[in-house]
């Protein structure tokens, strides 16, 4: 498939028409969706044409048009957004649409994308499963929450999409349905305007097809120099832990790990066996404990007015995070802070550490969106993250490794993700 | 004036009803509002007891019903939400209500505490006047942003009232009505439903009469300890600056600093001029380039697509803001990130520091609501702050005394804030 970035050259020098992608994506997605449910709400045809003629007049950013799935946790002024909930799928489409706009509409719309539908979330982004089904695991979930954005962009329906991550809910589904997904540091892409879960947590995260395209992407949406060169490469160091206090590693973590180790060897990385601090395992705590206490509070209407409207799942989980105390949340605020400021130490010893993106494939069925335990302690600790794809699992579905970077070193993140991608296909 | 937790304890044992409390608040509001111009919305008396028959179903928390302002910043599903804006001003009442309360509105709830109304705010809290005017000293500003609940306190037409502050809109209209404001450490409050400005800087603040009543409303809404006991005193040791990067300091505040220290110094406290550490001037500078870059982002499309409908000194103030680039801003979060860790040293020295709330008196007129200089270094280091009233500047106008707490220790804040004040009271 032709890369995102040279079909933005195309829009850019006349040899592609903004307005004829877009008509295409949109067709594609009307023949294509219905049996993938990755989209909750599209722009029509005429509400996409007058959106393209206000990126043109106001002389249309790197993105040049191309087409970008929103997930639907963020608010929109001119789609519904229901959060993936009953709770906000009732009334008029007009009462389903807020007059405000999350700040990453902006943001698209600045870089030149055109926000041309919404992309399913879990119910409030927590765990109960959407229709979405996974592209590339048939009769597997694509994971959550962000799973629409993930199952868009594995589809091919459209170049780039945006999701969260709060625990998991960027890299997983990207694991799942094998595509790249970006987690970047905490305030690299604003938060305002997401259905709040959890205000210390919430991030917001990028889909695409391939490393460069994500990066290219993160550049034109935050301002940031993030595009990757074709530099001469660095020798990398590789830090690949042996174990982790938040499980145990699968059989098919185990296999990609191998896979990653050896396509790393091979273009002359340095792999260097590691072991995690010991305040890792309170930093996954702390993770929990502070989501728990801030949903209790970001969803108090929600849970206090119309607790009958929210899934099972939900309800008990924010009931049980009711008896989170403060002085519990204050403690465990402190447990972040100080594993922050020891980070920068840590990483001295490696550019980047390599682990699995998930426990496992894709769980079989459509009942559970998967875990995140392979994720929470990096969003905690607002490292950059990025799910690689590539290798696969003992049963030959996708597999991601999760790069992680330094504190505030996403480049570097995105670059060695992107060495890590090069490895994998060479070896395929 | 009975003191709100004294009415609290006579809602509890019935000697005071609530619904009679609500009428008579709502009575009040309806004969003194039209001259002062604090609230821009009000529950009708059907609508509030129905709220308080819900406070009682739900158990009633230790607020007992009495009535809070919340600045009309928050979104609410229950009253109109204009954000003191033209551009949220138009259509319907039932188009200007959001679906989705802001965190703060639950806690309130949860708290036992009515939303009686919304206060007014600057236009999206920022420097366009509102129509409010200053209770305490007539002829002036009441400051901004939180203007409608910093005056409405003053007034007392309730005895509770909740704002926001991303440079001073809670201390300065506090200091300029002569009531108490409470800024506490940035995270203390839940922010989520506020329409965000600057998401690093943008604080939930609280007004009341007196320090205490403040330190109880910000236990009774957080879940932190911070009710002021009678246990005996400390010896206190409170830093007083003796000038400031950012501006002079006014005869006015100088009046109000020698009026402070000759009264902590009668109550036996420690008084240790201090230079402020080079950086601060540093930190000052790191808010606006924080807040600028943010601000850009989080109203884009209010200014993308609205421009005219925005006034003239926020659209320029955007538009300059608009070339913030994105290695300044990293740099000024790494400033603010350095200055947050060097706190905890500098506060060994002494336990709070004392400054003036505001550069002057209240400013004559309603052109302009003041400046927010002698608060953003403050708020950018999420330190908890307290203006305490009590002291007047040259013109015998409220001239507000801040009272800066340590990283994370909003109670040693208060307390000293509640010293301060009570020793105020005492030679007055």
């Known amino acids: 498939m032709m890369s ?53 007049a106001s002389g249309m950013g790197p993105l040049q048009g191309l087409p970008v799935g929103l997930k639907d946790i963020f608010d929109t002024a ?13 009334g008029s489409q007009a009462e389903q649409t807020p007059r405000v706009d999350a700040a990453i509409v902006g943001a698209i719309r600045r870089a030149g994308g055109l926000v041309i539908g919404k992309t399913s979330s879990t119910e409030f982004a927590f765990l109960n499963p959407t229709q979405t089904l996974n592209p590339n695991a048939p009769g597997r979930t694509p994971g959550g929450s962000s799973a629409g954005s993930a199952a868009a962009v594995a ?3 459209v170049p780039f999409a945006v999701g969260t991550q709060t625990g998991g809910s960027v890299v997983r589904p990207a694991s799942y349905c094998g595509v790249t997904g970006f987690k970047p540091s905490f305030g690299l892409l604003p938060t305002p305007g997401i259905k709040c879960f959890s205000w210390s947590l919430d991030t917001v995260g990028l889909f695409a097809a391939s490393v460069r395209e994500v990066a290219w992407f993160a550049d034109a949406l ?3 120099a993030l595009q990757l060169d074709d530099a001469p490469e660095k020798s990398w160091r590789v830090g690949v832990p042996s ?49 728990g206490f801030e949903v209790w509070r970001s969803m108090a209407r929600d849970i206090d007015a119309h607790p009958q409207a929210l899934s099972k799942v939900l309800r008990d989980y924010l009931m049980a995070a009711r008896s989170i105390s403060a002085p519990a949340y204050e403690a465990a605020q402190q447990t972040a802070h100080a594993a ?27 009942a559970s969106t998967g875990a995140s335990t392979f994720n ?15 290798a696969v699992g003992v049963t030959g579905n ?31």
């Open 376 to 390: 929470r302690a990096w969003t905690l600790l607002g490292l950059p993250c990025v799910n690689v794809a590539g």
């Open 155 to 157: 589809a091919g329906l």
């Open 243 to 291: 174990a982790y206090p938040w499980g145990p590693v699968s059989p098919s973590a185990q296999l990609a790990i191998d896979t990653g180790v050896a396509a790393l060897r091979r273009q002359g990385a340095e792999v260097i066996p590691i072991t995690l601090p010991a305040w890792m395992k309170d930093v996954f705590e702390a993770q929990d404990v502070i989501q």
């Open 4 to 56: 995102a970035i040279h079909q933005a050259a195309q829009l850019a020098n006349g040899s592609l028409l903004a307005a004829d992608l877009m008509a295409a994506t949109l067709a594609r997605i009307a023949s294509e969706d219905a049996a993938l449910g990755a989209f909750t709400a599209l722009l029509d045809l005429p509400a996409a044409r007058q959106q393209l003629t206000q990126l043109q």
């Open 398 to 428: 996708p597999m991601g490794l999760q790069i992680v970077g330094a504190p505030r070193a996403d480049k570097t993140c995105l670059a060695a993700a992107d060495v890590m991608e090069r490895a994998l296909k060479a070896q395929a």
């Open 78 to 90: 001119d789609l519904p957004t229901r959060y993936g909930s009953a709770l906000y799928s009732g």
């Open 340 to 366: 922050r400021t020891a980070c920068a130490d840590w990483f001295s010893q490696f550019d980047v550490l390599m682990t699995p993106s998930a426990p496992d494939e894709a769980p079989l069925g459509y």
């Open 222 to 224: 935050s301002g940031f």
